[in-house]
């Protein structure tokens, strides 16, 4: 259990990467008070794990209702997880988040980002939608269901506290070390990613 927990840990971890979301969430809530970023930090958290816990309670149904085998959902699964982590070694990814947290902050009104680009797709996007799946079909019982779960829970959690305390933690970081964390992640995501594609080509050839 508790190896199936560091696991699923890691690998939603990696995905949701709350130490590159709290920067771009710095950036997006610039103009907000220390109450509006905060409520909108929470707010963004609640509607990302709403997302994914109906994705991993009702994912295999979806999947069963549109005639997708299990092991192509690992494959393209695995595909989506290993673009995520070539994008976070070569900093693609933030600098797409950055571009798109530079159009929203443009306007100068304080914005809603909690749903919009927040909640999703930085949150609850396709790679984290594709990983808790997965984890979740590689559960056996209620109790490895409900681990997985609970390491849903502690990402999310910890995603929390990264977006309340993002201006505080950039600024003791620095951009360098939060360049070494990102790509550090995006190696392990890599890895990742191959072990469900690997998982995926032994289960659709009988391997």
Same mark, same amino acid.
């Given at each position: 259990?508790?190896?199936?927990? %560091?696991?699923?840990? @890691?690998?939603?971890?990696?995905?949701?990467? *709350? *130490?590159?979301?709290? /920067?771009?969430?710095?950036?997006?809530?610039?103009?907000?008070?220390?109450?509006?970023?905060?409520? $909108?930090?929470?707010?963004?958290?609640? %509607?990302?794990?709403?997302?994914?816990?109906?994705?991993?309670?009702?994912?295999?149904?979806?999947?069963?209702?549109?005639?997708?085998?299990?092991?192509?959902?690992?494959?393209?699964?695995?595909?989506?997880?290993?673009? @995520?982590?070539?994008?976070?070694?070569?900093?693609?990814?933030?600098?797409?988040?950055?571009?798109?947290?530079?159009? @929203?902050?443009?306007? *100068?009104?304080?914005?809603?980002?909690?749903?919009? /680009?927040?909640?999703? /797709?930085?949150? !609850?996007?396709?790679?984290?939608? +594709?990983? #808790? $799946?997965?984890? $979740?079909?590689?559960?056996?019982?209620?109790?490895?269901?409900?681990?997985?779960?609970?390491?849903?829970?502690?990402?999310?959690?910890?995603?929390? %506290?990264?977006?309340?305390?993002?201006? /505080?933690?950039?600024? $003791?970081?620095?951009? &360098?070390?939060? !360049?070494? #964390?990102?790509?550090?992640?995006?190696?392990?995501?890599? +890895?990742?990613?191959?072990?469900?594609? #690997?998982?995926?080509? &032994?289960?659709?050839?009988?391997?």
């Amino acid at each position: 259990m508790t190896q199936l927990f %560091i696991s699923a840990f @890691i690998t939603l971890f990696v995905v949701i990467d *709350p *130490p590159g979301c709290a /920067p771009i969430y710095a950036g997006l809530t610039k103009g907000a008070s220390a109450a509006q970023a905060r409520t $909108m930090a929470l707010r963004a958290v609640f %509607i990302a794990s709403i997302i994914l816990l109906i994705f991993a309670l009702f994912g295999q149904e979806l999947l069963g209702a549109l005639h997708i085998e299990l092991d192509s959902f690992r494959i393209a699964g695995g595909m989506m997880l290993f673009w @995520i982590a070539f994008e976070m070694v070569f900093e693609k990814r933030t600098q797409r988040r950055e571009e798109r947290a530079e159009k @929203i902050a443009a306007t *100068p009104e304080v914005e809603d980002v909690s749903v919009f /680009p927040m909640a999703m /797709p930085m949150l !609850a996007g396709p790679g984290a939608i +594709a990983a #808790i $799946m997965l984890l $979740m079909n590689e559960a056996r019982g209620m109790d490895e269901t409900l681990v997985v779960l609970g390491a849903l829970a502690a990402v999310l959690l910890l995603t929390a %506290i990264a977006l309340v305390a993002a201006g /505080p933690l950039i600024r $003791m970081l620095g951009d &360098k070390v939060e !360049a070494v #964390i990102t790509r550090l992640l995006g190696v392990l995501l890599a +890895a990742l990613a191959a072990q469900y594609v #690997i998982d995926g080509l &032994k289960g659709s050839f009988g391997l």
